[in-house]
C-alpha cells in the first residue's frame, strides 16, 4: 500500500490564489487471488509493470517540490513531455474501448466530444456498447440534487459489472467527468471504491495520464480549476454520425454569481476562446455538411476575446436598461456581436444560435444583428427565474420584474416574430405564495414558446446556502412546479396557435419518434415540427419529385399545434436563401 499523496499546484488566480487538487491514491488490492494460486505469466508481467509504476511514483516530485513551484504557470499535459512516473507508451490507449455517458446540459454534450477527441488522440476506440467496454465514463452534472443521485444510482449499477468482469479480460476502468467530480472530490473516491478517475470540467487533457495512473491499480484525479482552459486548439469529434447540427463552445465558467448556482464553483471564472478558433471548428462543420451550430456557454453573451491586444482599449458594451452586474463591467476585447456577425458568415446556409444567455447582455447591437441576418434564428432563450423582484433580488439576478418586462417588449418590437424560451425555479429560498403568484402571471404576460421549469434544490457552496435559509417545505415546492408547468403549457399552446396556416421552414433532423411514416425536424423557434414522410417537389427543379433526407431544408405548413409541437403537410424541399420569399 502506498501513502496517500496529495499534490497541490498553484495556478494564476491572482488574489484568489487559489489551489489545484490532483489525487493519487492505491487501491486496497491489486488482485483477488488467494495466496496459494498460482499466478499465470500475463499475470506476473502485469504485476511487474505495477510494481514498476509504483516505484516511478515513489520516486517522482514530492509535495514540498509543487509547494516552491507554486507561482509557475502550468503547461497543458503533452505527450511528448509527459511526468516523471509515467512514460510515452503508457499514455497510450493501446486500443482499449471507451464508452461514454452524458448526463445534464448540452456543455455537457459539447464536454463529452471534447473528451473523446482527446481519447481518440491518444489511442482508445469508441464503442457504444456497454458490455465490451474497457473504460466507461461518465459526464456528470451537479446543478440540481436529482442529478447527482442519478450518478450515484448507476454506479451501483456499474459496480457490478466491473465485479463480474472476467481475469482474463482488461480491468475494467470507470471514471467520473464534469461538475459532480469538481464538486464532490474524495466523497466520490472514498464512497464508491471502484471509481478509478475523477476528470474536473478543466482537466480534459489529463485523461490519458489519469488513466494511465489508474491500470497501476491506483486512483486519480485532477479537478484544477483554470484561468485560461478553454480548449481552443481541442476539435471536439461529433458524436453521432448523423447529426444534422452541432454544439460549438466559445466560452467556459460564468461570474454571475447568482445566489443559487453551483456553476461558477464547479466550472470556474468566465474566459471566452479567440473568435478565430471558434471560425475554424464553425468552417469544419459547414464543411461536413452540418446545417446548424449552437454556440454554448453559461453566459454566452458576455463573450470577450481579449486575445488580440489590438482590440483590448474598446469601450465596453452597455447592458440592457435596468439591468446590473455583480462585477466591474469589463472593458476591451471582441465582443458577442462581432462574434455573431462573424459566424454568421461562414456559411449563409447554416443555421446560427445561441445558449445560455443572461438578459443584462442584450444590447441593441445584438437585437439588431439577429433581425438583419437571415441565418441567425429568430429565437432567444431569456432566463427569468422568477416573476417576483424581490425574489430575483434575493437571487442576485441583477434585474427587477418591470426591467425584465421592458427588455421582452424591447425584444419584440426589434425582431418580429420572435421565439422565446425562459428557465424558473419553484420554491426559492423564502417563496411566500405572492412571489409565487408574480411567476405565474409573469409566465401568462409573456406567453414563452419554450420553457425550462425544476424546483429549487440547495446547493452546497452557493450563497444561497451560507445566507439563506431553504424554508420552502417540498411538498409545496412541487405543488408550485406542478401549477407553473400547467401555465405554462396553457400559454405556450395559445403562442403556438399564431403558427397555424403559416409556413414555416423546417431543418429535417429525421423519422418521428412516434411514428415511421412521419419526419422530424425544427423550425427557426426551435420548436419540433412533425410532417409527412411523402414525395416534394425540389424548389430549385421543378420537374423533380424527391423525399426529404436529414440535413435538408423543407417548406412545411402547420394545421395543428401543441404545447410542444406543431404538425402540418410539407410543400417542398428548399434552401434557406430561397425560403425567405415564402416564410
Not at 381 to 402: C, D, F, I, K, T
Not at 442 to 447: A, F, G, N, P, W
Request: glycine share 4%; charged share 25%.
Amino acid at each position: 500500500m502506498h501513502p496517500l499523496q496529495c499534490v497541490l499546484q498553484a495556478q494564476k488566480w491572482g488574489p484568489l490564489a487559489s489551489v489545484s487538487w490532483l489525487l493519487l491514491r492505491t487501491c486496497r488490492a491489486l488482485s483477488n487471488l488467494p495466496s496459494t494460486a498460482c499466478p499465470s505469466p500475463e499475470k506476473q508481467q502485469e504485476d511487474g509493470v505495477r510494481k514498476d509504476f509504483s516505484s516511478r511514483l515513489a520516486t517522482g516530485p514530492t509535495f514540498q517540490h509543487f509547494l516552491r513551484s507554486a507561482s509557475a504557470p502550468q503547461e497543458k499535459p503533452d505527450m511528448e513531455d509527459p511526468p516523471p512516473y509515467v512514460t510515452v507508451e503508457e499514455l497510450l490507449g493501446r486500443q482499449r474501448k471507451v464508452y461514454l455517458e452524458t448526463y445534464g446540459c448540452q456543455m455537457n454534450v459539447n464536454d463529452t466530444e471534447i473528451a473523446w477527441s482527446v481519447l481518440q488522440k491518444s489511442g482508445y476506440l469508441r464503442t457504444r456498447n456497454l458490455q465490451e467496454a474497457d473504460v466507461i465514463l461518465l459526464v456528470t452534472c451537479s446543478i440540481r440534487e436529482k442529478a447527482e443521485q442519478t450518478i450515484w444510482n448507476r454506479l451501483q449499477q456499474l459496480k457490478a459489472l466491473k465485479t463480474k468482469r472476467l481475469r482474463s479480460r482488461v480491468p475494467l476502468r470507470i471514471g467520473i467527468l464534469g461538475c459532480m467530480a469538481e464538486r464532490l472530490k474524495e466523497e466520490i473516491l472514498n464512497r464508491e471504491k471502484m471509481v478509478d478517475i475523477l476528470a474536473g470540467p478543466d482537466a480534459y487533457r489529463d485523461l490519458p495520464r489519469l488513466l494511465a495512473v489508474a491500470e497501476s491499480g491506483q486512483q486519480a484525479a485532477n479537478v484544477l480549476l483554470s484561468l485560461d482552459e478553454t480548449y481552443a486548439d481541442v476539435m471536439p469529434v461529433q458524436t453521432s454520425p448523423s447529426a444534422t447540427s452541432a454544439f460549438v463552445s466559445i466560452m467556459r465558467g460564468c461570474d454571475n454569481m447568482c445566489s443559487y448556482c453551483i456553476v461558477p464553483f464547479t466550472r470556474g471564472r468566465e474566459r471566452s476562446r479567440p473568435v478565430a478558433s471558434i471560425l475554424e471548428e464553425v468552417r469544419k462543420l459547414s464543411e461536413q455538411g452540418l446545417k446548424e451550430v449552437t454556440l454554448l456557454g453559461q453566459n454566452v453573451n458576455s463573450f470577450q476575446d481579449s486575445s488580440e491586444v489590438q482590440f483590448n482599449n474598446a469601450v465596453s458594451t452597455n447592458l440592457s436598461r435596468g439591468f446590473s452586474t455583480n462585477y466591474k463591467p469589463k472593458k476591451g476585447g471582441l465582443r458577442f456581436t462581432y462574434l455573431l456577425d462573424q459566424v454568421s458568415r461562414v456559411d449563409p446556409e447554416m443555421r446560427i444560435r445561441f445558449t445560455s444567455p443572461h438578459p443584462k447582455d442584450f444590447p441593441d447591437e445584438v437585437l439588431q444583428l439577429i433581425h438583419e441576418r437571415d441565418n441567425i434564428c429568430k429565437q432567444i432563450h431569456l432566463p427569468a427565474q422568477s416573476g417576483s423582484s424581490r425574489v430575483l433580488e434575493a437571487m442576485r439576478r441583477g434585474y427587477s420584474r418591470e426591467a425584465y418586462v421592458e427588455l421582452i417588449h424591447h425584444i419584440r418590437e426589434s425582431i418580429p416574430g420572435v421565439s422565446l424560451s425562459s428557465d424558473f425555479i419553484a420554491g426559492f429560498c423564502g417563496e411566500t405564495e405572492e412571489d409565487h403568484l408574480q411567476t405565474v402571471s409573469l409566465l401568462r404576460e409573456v406567453q414563452y414558446n419554450m420553457g425550462f421549469l425544476f424546483a429549487y434544490s440547495m446547493r452546497q457552496k452557493t450563497r444561497a446556502y451560507h445566507r439563506l435559509k431553504d424554508d420552502v417545505p417540498e411538498e409545496v415546492k412541487l405543488r408550485r412546479l406542478e401549477e407553473l408547468i400547467t401555465v405554462f403549457r396553457e400559454e405556450a399552446t395559445k403562442a403556438n396557435m399564431a403558427s397555424v396556416g403559416s409556413t414555416q421552414l423546417v431543418l429535417v433532423e429525421g423519422h418521428s419518434k412516434r411514428s415511421a411514416t412521419d419526419l422530424c425536424g425544427r423550425n427557426d423557434g426551435n420548436l419540433k415540427v412533425i410532417f409527412p414522410d411523402v414525395e416534394m417537389e425540389d424548389i430549385n427543379n421543378s420537374d423533380v419529385r424527391v423525399r426529404a433526407q436529414p440535413g435538408d431544408y423543407v417548406l412545411v405548413k402547420i394545421t395543428s399545434t401543441s404545447s410542444q409541437t406543431l404538425k402540418g403537410h410539407v410543400l417542398c424541399r428548399t434552401t434557406l436563401k430561397d425560403s425567405s420569399a415564402y416564410c
